[in-house]
């Protein structure tokens, strides 16, 4: 047996992650070796006990180190990492490591060399270590099992983290204990359970830290944790950036380029500009024109990077730079020619024009969108973002010299951009609660072929809090079960449904049952899996509905009001940041499933739900609503490159449109109006609508019998959108996946229809009279024959004198209706709701819609 205690191998002190330098600087360890097996004993001789540390050493090369007992090592190299196993994590004070300390097995015999633990000698001799930083994450491989260690360093308790790292390429993590991950190409976010979720006062996660399996055995190539460097280090900043230059300057301008910088720890995010020591602007790309500048006067410019943290880099160069004297030269630019539209999407289109010439130099071209500027370019072509589908613009374009003279106009071009959808849209209603006494889980829509045939989904219902006037999220509470109770929707929402309740394998979408630790579980998680299988599928939240439009009007009275609402929203669902519930949830993890807002405000100045607060500023606000929704969207698309859609369902009575919309202004910042094609008639379970007339709920033609003093048709409905100037192509029409009944039904030589009823008949749920889904009524109302109105396009069914009769769409009404959807040049079909369907009716609209 042979004994080492010799400076260069004998242990470093122990400068714990856990402890503060002073007390791990006592710590020592001695290394022993019999034939090819190594061992360390590691001392505490302080007053203190220690908690946390790791050995670092290195070994000769072709030397590798396997079979840790009592603590596990990972080798890049020749340089080996142990740590120890939690139970000889702590050291009491006067006490070592034994019987339990750490051996290994060498692949021939040699001596450690280069020992170290967190930057000291193992023998303790050297500088003391650095402080600790708050909190660590310490990686360790066995096989192709990868663990980390989370230590808390700090003297509070650490209630949540999730670490962020990345792989080589073509590397993936999964099947992970004691955490979950997600991976997004090399990117890896691994998240703790509920367990483990908290970390006390310097403690650590053992023994419940999280494992997962490699597709080989790799080290991570960075590694974050709670956004710091796993290992603690300080960041890196990015390097400056170089070559700052002025490629152009007008008399009140200065145009400057600069290369670009390399990263440090984390991604380059942009660059501040500064005029002097004032921030002059802030960009991300490698060029920036700083305007307001005076004639004729120096000014002096620097450039820092910054990482995705706000670390900035050393400053550039200091470029000195004097504007033009605007008296050097008064002769305009001539005015660019043949401006013409070379590319377009659903939100933006592409310009292009010729050159200007000028008698100095042409500096820019200001590109106008009508009377706005929307864009200021060097080159002669412009990309015009945050713009609407389905819509005409009209642009046109000047020079500017460097001498700030402005030319003419260009001629001017009109451009139309592209439809949200190519083809036609197909958007159904996801009902949360559907989960429930329904039993139609998002796995349906795949299994019944709907998820295959729908473009969109819109999940129902997101709800306000009354309190902070805010999106509410994260609380599971029942409305109340009075429909007329004013405050029936107050604070109620089913975080459960939403992205808590594990589901089955029978009940999910790609057959895996969660676990219940995941931090996202639920509708949720489904609609992502749905998502991944149909990637074609854009997933908007809803946000209102009958229930929970009660604040919509206060939320949309006053700008400040509006920014906070809107703010909140896009927080939740498009940035995916879900209030913790039930051990679900926490930042980002929601992100990338909602791929825009629908908004039901039912009804913006007119009677909706009792106790709904309305106010004659509704109309105007409604407007302001949704174009704070727009603005704030497209702001978010510029850090993220995606564009998000702004829907929302509209109503069918003119009066309501008149009262609420002004249709013009929303459509400009709308993608659909998903018009209200149904529910023109019915009788809800309280009997407080029309209990006593049947009516078609949703006839395409206003039907000449009809006794009521108003006449309600989907042709008329859609026919006030188009009066006001609502693009076609922004319009979808409603179709009922139910149907409305009544009992006590006469006759009348009209097979029920417009006769007269003693009121709601049973519904398919109890608190639920006289509406059914599709396919439940038609199993559950024995005897009722279907009729069609070919005059009025409507279908009913009558179960004879003095029976039920129920109004509802099946496959002959969308044959005829989406027949006519085309023939009007109208974008599609908006369904409510998908449970009530098998696939025969969303067969009936694939069909009719191609």
Not at 61 to 82: F, I, K, Y
Not at 504 to 510: P, W
Not at 597 to 609: F, I, K, N, Q
Not at 708 to 718: I, K
């Amino acid at each position: 047996m042979r004994r080492l205690a010799i400076a260069l191998v004998a242990l470093a002190t122990i400068a714990t992650t856990v402890t503060p330098a002073s007390a791990a600087a006592g710590l020592t360890a001695t290394f022993t070796r019999t034939g090819t097996t190594g061992k360390f004993v590691v001392s505490n001789p302080t007053s203190a006990a220690v908690t946390g540390w790791s050995i670092k050493f290195d070994v000769p090369a072709g030397v590798t180190v396997s079979g840790a007992q009592n603590a596990s090592t990972t080798q890049n190299g020749t340089r080996v990492t142990l740590t120890p196993a939690y139970y000889i994590n702590t050291i009491q004070p006067g006490r070592n490591t034994d019987p339990f300390s750490p051996t290994f097995t060498l692949s021939r015999e040699a001596d450690p060399t280069s020992c170290t633990l967190n930057g000291a000698n193992c023998d303790g001799t050297g500088p003391e270590p650095p402080a600790p930083a708050p909190v660590t994450a310490d990686f360790s491989l066995s096989g192709s099992t990868g663990k980390f260690i989370v230590a808390n360093n700090t003297d509070a308790t650490l209630s949540d983290w999730a670490i962020t790292f990345t792989l080589p390429s073509g590397v993936t993590a999964s099947n992970a204990n004691n955490g979950t991950v997600s991976q997004t190409g090399n990117t890896v976010t691994l998240a703790p359970v509920h367990y483990n979720k908290s970390v006390g006062p310097r403690k650590t996660t053992e023994p419940y830290s999280p494992t997962f399996t490699l597709s080989r055995a790799v080290e991570p190539v960075t590694c974050r944790i709670n956004n710091a460097n796993c290992d603690g280090s300080p960041d890196v900043p990015p390097t400056a950036p170089g070559d700052l230059r002025s490629p152009a300057k007008t008399t009140k301008s200065v145009s400057l380029a600069w290369n670009a910088s390399t990263a440090g720890s984390l991604p380059v995010a942009g660059y501040d500009v500064y005029n002097g020591s004032t921030l002059a602007t802030t960009v991300t790309g490698t060029s920036a024109t700083v305007t307001g500048l005076t004639p004729n006067t120096a000014y002096s410019f620097t450039v820092k990077a910054k990482d995705t943290k706000g670390t900035q880099s050393p400053a550039s160069n200091a470029l000195s730079v004097t504007t033009n004297n605007p008296a050097d030269d008064t002769q305009p630019p001539s005015a660019p020619g043949n401006l013409r539209g070379t590319g377009k999407d659903a939100g933006s289109v592409t310009l292009t024009w010729d050159a200007a010439t000028d008698n100095s130099k042409v500096a820019n071209y200001d590109v106008y969108q009508g009377s706005t500027v929307r864009a200021t370019v060097t080159e002669t072509t412009a990309k015009i973002d945050g713009l609407s589908p389905s819509t005409e613009y009209t642009f046109s374009v000047k020079a500017r010299d460097i001498y700030d003279n402005v030319s003419g106009a260009s001629n001017s071009v009109k451009v139309t951009t592209s439809d949200i959808v190519g083809g036609y849209a197909k958007v159904g209603y996801f009902v949360q609660w559907g989960i429930y006494g329904r039993q139609f889980f998002v796995k349906n829509l795949d299994t019944n072929g709907a998820a295959a045939k729908l473009t969109h989904i819109n999940y129902a219902f997101g709800n306000i809090d009354p309190v902070n006037l805010t999106c509410l999220h994260g609380v599971t509470k029942g409305t109340s079960p009075n429909p007329q109770d004013p405050n029936q929707g107050d604070g109620a929402g089913d975080a459960e449904a939403d992205y808590s309740r594990p589901f089955s394998s029978a009940q999910s979408v790609d057959g895996v049952a969660d676990t219940g630790w995941e931090p996202l579980r639920g509708n949720y998680n489904q609609l992502k899996k749905l998502k991944a299988k149909h990637p074609h599928l854009k997933i908007l939240i809803s946000l209102g509905g009958w229930t929970y439009s009660k604040y919509f009007s206060d939320v949309a009275a006053t700008d400040a009001s509006r920014k906070k609402f809107v703010a909140s929203c896009l927080d939740i669902y498009l940035k995916g940041n879900l209030p913790t519930y039930n051990g679900a949830g926490g930042p980002g993890t929601a992100a990338g499933i909602f791929d825009g807002v629908d908004l039901d405000w039912e009804w913006p100045g007119a009677e909706g739900h009792p106790g709904n607060h309305i106010s004659p500023n509704d109309k105007r606000n409604n407007t302001l609503l949704i174009e704070e929704f727009r603005k704030q969207m497209d702001e978010l698309s510029k850090t993220t490159g995606k564009r998000y859609q702004l829907t929302a369902f509209t109503p069918a009575d003119r009066a309501k449109i008149d009262a609420g919309w002004e249709l013009a202004e929303v459509a400009k910042s709308m993608d659909i109006f998903n018009v209200q094609g149904y529910d023109f008639h019915g009788s809800g379970s309280d009997n407080s609508w029309e209990p006593n007339r049947t009516g078609h709920q949703g006839n395409l033609y206003k039907d000449a019998d009809d006794p009521y003093p108003f006449h309600f048709s989907v042709e008329d409905t859609v026919n006030a959108y188009l009066e006001a100037g609502v693009n076609p192509r922004k319009i979808t029409v409603g179709l009922a996946f139910y149907g409305r009944g009544w009992q006590g039904v006469q006759d009348g030589g009209k097979k029920g229809e417009w006769q007269s009823a003693t009121g709601a008949a049973p519904g398919q749920f109890a608190e639920e009279a006289g509406t059914r889904g599709y396919s439940n009524l038609l199993a559950s109302v024995p005897n009722c024959t279907v009729y069609h109105d070919e005059a009025a396009v409507a279908t009913s069914c009558f179960t004879g004198n003095g029976g039920q009769w129920w109004t509802f769409d099946d496959a002959w009404a969308i044959q005829k209706k989406t027949a006519w959807m085309k023939q009007r040049g109208l974008l599609g079909a908006m369904i409510w709701e998908m449970s009530g369907d098998t696939g025969v009716l969303m067969s009936a609209v694939d069909n009719g819609l191609k």
